[in-house]
């Protein structure tokens, strides 16, 4: 398991972190090193992310920084796993082409990152909740219990989860039939526009 501590250690070097001090200047060290390492782990897994953000804003605002440092991006994105740039386009560019992106997103994608980020990283903590849209909505808007939610990750909750968002026909899952978190609880709760843009 990957800690943020290690994350810092691995992909933070003394002159980025003076820059977000800079930059980040009314958010406190504890804040401000939080944002970036869940930016990190964001980035880390940034591969399985096809559609919108499922960050934050505070997350968001961290990326678009540190993009802004186009050479210490560019080393980052060759250390991560995908070793090669990771891009970012606005809403509001990407709206062009399509009108509609960015009010709903498949829900195996969405699933498939929080997985990857408790099997990486560790459970979501109370405190880390906030930066990821949707776990952050099915606790604090629909009630899900975080300890419960966090089992149901680690047991592979995407491997029921079909392209159409559902278990696949005549088939349950031990995640599904161990925990009261189903799929489609989570299609009931997931909601659209609750990712940046």
């Excluded at 820059?19 to 980040?24: I, P, S, T």
Aim: net charge negative.
């Amino acid at each position: 398991m990957v800690t943020g501590e290690r994350l810092r250690e691995a992909f933070l070097d003394a002159p980025m972190a003076h820059y977000f001090r800079c930059k980040l200047p009314g958010v406190d060290d504890a804040g401000r090193l939080a944002r970036i390492e869940e930016t990190l782990k964001f980035l880390f897994i940034s591969a399985e992310c096809t559609g919108s953000i499922p960050v934050s804003a505070e997350i968001d605002e961290v990326w678009h920084l540190w993009i802004l440092q186009t050479r210490e991006y560019m080393d980052l994105c060759d250390r991560l796993p995908q070793h090669g740039y990771i891009h970012h386009s606005s809403h509001d560019y990407l709206r062009h082409a399509d009108p509609f992106i960015g009010e709903s997103q498949p829900l195996r994608e969405d699933v498939r990152m929080l997985a990857l980020y408790v099997r990486n990283f560790g459970v979501f903590r109370p405190d880390r909740l906030r930066y990821w849209l949707l776990p952050a909505h099915l606790v604090g808007r629909c009630g899900w219990d975080l300890a419960a939610l966090n089992e149901w990750l680690l047991l592979g909750a995407f491997d029921c989860v079909t392209d159409r968002g559902g278990p696949a026909e005549g088939t349950e899952c031990k995640s599904c039939v161990e925990s009261p978190w189903t799929v489609p609880a989570i299609i009931k709760a997931s909601s659209a526009g609750i990712y940046a843009a």
